[in-house]
Each structure stands twice: as structure tokens, then as C-alpha cells.
């Protein structure tokens, strides 16, 4: 095996049904890199990318109702609204 980020090649040996497990230590952030995984055949990835994932959510729409609708996070207006119940006429 072969990691865009490492120099040396990885050697891994299966056991008898074929399964096999490295371990590669991760490199800097950045690339893109590639993992090359060749037997009899090879196996490549490209554009790996390392680094940090941070996942955010919910801080900038906390006081936004679904219900309003695209219409209204895209413009700040109320969605037009079509509604036959004498309630929301007004």
C-alpha cells in the first residue's frame, strides 16, 4: 500500500480468507493525495484530502421557523401564501 503523504510502502500480508488491515500513520493537512493498493490487481484514490472536519449548525437560523419557506431566507420577505381558511385572511 501506498499513501500520497508517506515515502516508504506500506507491506501487508492477508490471512487465509483474504482480509487484511494497515495502519498509516496521517500526514499534514493539505492536498490532494493518493492511495495506491495494488495485489494482484491495484487500486487507486485519488484527491484524498487530509485535515480537520468541523460540522456547525443551527447558530445562524436559531430564530428562523421552517415554516416561513425559502422565500423568506432568501429575501427576508414574507412567502406569498395562498390559504382558503377564513383564519389567515385577515
Not at 499513501?3 to 483474504?18: A, C, F, H
Not at 421552517?66 to 377564513?86: E, F, I, N, Q
Request: charged share 20%; glycine share 12%; hydrophobic share 30%.
Amino acid at each position: 500500500m501506498t499513501v500520497g503523504w508517506q515515502k516508504t510502502p506500506r507491506k501487508v500480508v492477508t490471512d487465509n480468507d483474504g482480509n487484511w488491515l494497515v495502519r498509516v500513520p496521517t500526514g499534514k493537512a493539505g492536498g490532494p493525495y493518493t492511495i495506491q493498493v495494488q495485489g494482484k490487481n491495484k487500486l487507486t484514490v485519488n484527491n484524498v484530502l487530509l485535515g480537520e472536519v468541523w460540522l456547525c449548525s443551527g447558530q445562524s437560523n436559531m430564530n428562523f421557523p421552517v415554516s416561513k419557506g425559502k422565500a423568506d431566507w432568501m429575501t427576508g420577505r414574507p412567502a406569498p401564501t395562498a390559504c382558503l381558511c377564513p383564519r389567515r385572511r385577515r
